[in-house]
């Protein structure tokens, strides 16, 4: 199968200027927990709820001041939307990612892929979930 058989197509693009507040409450009446990052029409990050509670919260950041850029992850691992889900899923494990965009051939975001989009699918999703769980 497909990534594009299976992905979220509907995607919400923070930009990095975007307060902490605002992503969290798009996360909110969006229900995700993820939404990628873009500036000038380049993905340049990840912001997650996790950052915003970690990386933020936690650190006594304020939320309608501190920019998502600030606090977001950096590192963006992403997939091809006609990739094979048996090889991402392989690679979503050995990363130990949840989530991952998926980009067409021309690199343009076309949706994300999380695990329990695979999991009614595929036999992998078991394995590479305990890979993502594994401490390093």
Excluded: W
Aim: aromatic share 2%; with cysteine.
């Amino acid at each position: 199968m497909l990534v594009r058989d299976c992905m979220s197509k509907k995607v919400e693009i923070a930009n990095p200027d975007m307060n902490l507040n605002l992503a969290a409450q798009k996360m909110r009446d969006g229900d995700f927990g993820v939404m990628p990052v873009s500036e000038n029409d380049k993905l340049i990050g990840m912001i997650t709820d996790r950052d915003i509670a970690v990386r933020a919260i936690a650190a006594g950041k304020d939320p309608k001041a501190t920019k998502i850029r600030e606090v977001m992850s950096k590192k963006v691992l992403y997939c091809y939307d006609d990739q094979n889900t048996e090889e991402v899923a392989k690679n979503m494990g050995e990363n130990q990612v949840r989530r991952m965009p998926v980009v067409n051939r021309q690199k343009r975001l076309v949706g994300i892929l999380a695990l329990g989009d695979l999991a009614p699918k595929e036999a992998k999703v078991k394995e590479a979930l305990a890979q993502i769980c594994k401490h390093k």
